[in-house]
């Protein structure tokens, strides 16, 4: 017994001792990627000072997306044609529904298929009651000595701004892309994109595939990400899609002196806490993987065992992430119950009670999946469940993280900040790339500023900004991309 109980511990030790190895193995190759950036910060040697002038006027404009007819959009287009004369002498101009124009750069090889640079100019309104919130007049284009303060300079016009600031300049230095490029500037990005979607129809009914192309997203995030000191450009490859579900269960109604066992309003409850307590499958796979084996390069030595061994780690990483909402939506379709209706008043049964849930659908999913979750779930065939397929999105096609656009976009990144890490993600939210993306074989979502924490309220919030500095940073990146044309 006791040497059988010496050869089980001897045992047990090589058993510990080559996990352990393989442990420190796989951590030890699990690195970041090395760049192909140059080392040096690329400068465009921007006139700065004006940049930051037109940032503020195109501010002044009212394009706020409900009130599209407002003459501000017109003249926005207007003060574009007068503050870029090179830009719009250069290149030929279209514009299409909703006063969103297109731009053509052409290029001096037709061998090669053109991209597109996309940002927006409409804004949203400002939240009633929260105007005296603001610092500065939200619409005054206020400048102070480190930001432009108003609606629209993070979302989106000061993109637009550094696109064309970039452009003026390298047309003035002489510099033609070998490459065709467009610009593309929805007027109404934030209720639809109906002006991105007709780009897309213009460009298609022209014969003309876009190689890539690129749009808002994400951003350079800095100390943002909890344990990660370093900056990270999060360049996304695909943006979630977009479905609410109505489930509506009806009754007899009647006094709620004697109600039934099971009212309509019950009916919907519980489907309610059964959807959000069986949230839609997900996990660390596809671009989801991808993202967080990417990121996970750049933590610290402790944090990378888990990252680079998860074919032990994987169930207790993936309920890591899942415990945070932010984490958790990169892992699946999420599952959000925005709407509640029932009985008129507090005595009265209600005769129908409703439910709206909002899914936004991760890569893996389709509406059709999304449907087929809830009702599975809810396991009620007195439910009804409804949803209008005119507003149902899928999510886009993931792109490539190894195709040309995104290795431009990348290196780009790192010869205007310096080193970071940089990571193929998913943006959770809807932009004008998913309309766009219909005419390009890969679609990506950045916009080159870096923020915090503290700037992620800003954005639909009070007291929108925008750094100089990140202005600065902005014209460079894409003088840096568009040299690579």
Do not use: C
Not at 17 to 42: I, M, Q
Request: proline share 5%; aromatic share 8%; no cysteine.
């Amino acid at each position: 017994m006791g040497r059988f109980l010496l050869r089980l511990l001897a045992g047990v030790v090589v058993v510990l001792t080559v996990l352990l190895g393989v442990l420190l193995f796989n951590t030890l190759r699990y690195t970041p990627e090395e760049t192909s950036s140059t080392g040096e910060t690329y400068d465009l040697k921007a006139n700065i000072e004006q940049a930051t002038q037109d940032l503020s006027e195109a501010v002044k404009f009212r394009t706020v997306s409900t009130d599209l007819k407002h003459p501000d959009f017109a003249a926005f287009l207007t003060f574009l044609e007068e503050t870029y004369p090179l830009v719009h002498n250069t290149m030929s101009r279209e514009v299409l529904a909703r006063q969103t124009p297109l731009y053509k750069w052409q290029g001096s090889d037709e061998s090669l298929a053109p991209i597109l640079l996309a940002g927006h100019y409409d804004v949203v309104p400002i939240a009633p009651g929260s105007h005296d919130l603001w610092e500065h007049e939200p619409f005054a284009g206020v400048i102070d000595e480190e930001f432009v303060w108003g609606r629209g300079t993070l979302d989106d016009k000061g993109a637009v701004i550094a696109m064309l600031t970039a452009a003026e300049k390298m047309i003035a230095d002489g510099f033609t892309p070998k490459r065709t490029v467009y610009f593309s500037f929805g007027g109404d990005e934030e209720i639809g994109g109906l002006g991105a979607m007709a780009v897309a129809v213009h460009l298609n009914q022209l014969g003309i595939e876009l190689d890539w192309m690129l749009d808002e997203g994400s951003f350079v995030l800095d100390k943002v990400i909890p344990g990660l000191d370093q900056p990270v450009a999060s360049i996304n490859l695909s943006e979630k899609g977009y479905v609410t579900l109505e489930l509506v269960a009806k009754s007899a109604g009647g006094h709620s002196s004697m109600p039934p066992r099971v009212t309509a309003v019950g009916r919907i409850a519980r489907a309610v806490t059964r959807l959000e307590d069986n949230p839609v499958p997900g996990g660390l796979n596809g671009l989801s993987e991808e993202f967080f084996d990417s990121l996970g390069r750049h933590f610290s030595f402790g944090q990378r065992v888990v990252f680079a061994n998860r074919w032990l780690f994987k169930p207790l990483l993936e309920s890591i992430l899942a415990s945070s909402p932010t984490t958790d939506a990169m892992l699946r379709s999420t599952t959000a119950p925005t709407m509640l209706t029932g009985s008129s008043k507090d005595n009265v049964l209600a005769a129908e009670a409703s439910a709206k849930i909002n899914f936004r659908i991760h890569p893996r999913d389709s509406v059709q999946d999304i449907v087929a979750h809830v009702r599975q779930t809810i396991d009620d065939p007195e439910i009804e469940i409804r949803y209008d397929e005119k507003q149902a999105n899928p999510a886009s096609p993931v792109s490539s993280s190894e195709a040309t656009g995104y290795l431009d976009i990348k290196t780009s990144i790192l010869d205007t900040f310096g080193p970071l890490a940089t990571v193929p993600g998913l943006t959770i939210a809807a932009t004008d790339a998913r309309h766009y993306g219909k005419a390009a074989k890969n679609a990506y979502r950045i916009n080159p500023f870096k923020i915090e924490g503290s700037d992620l309220a800003r954005f639909h919030g009070t007291n929108e900004r925008l750094s100089i500095e990140n202005l600065e940073r902005g014209i460079n990146f894409f003088g840096a991309l568009l040299q690579k044309q």
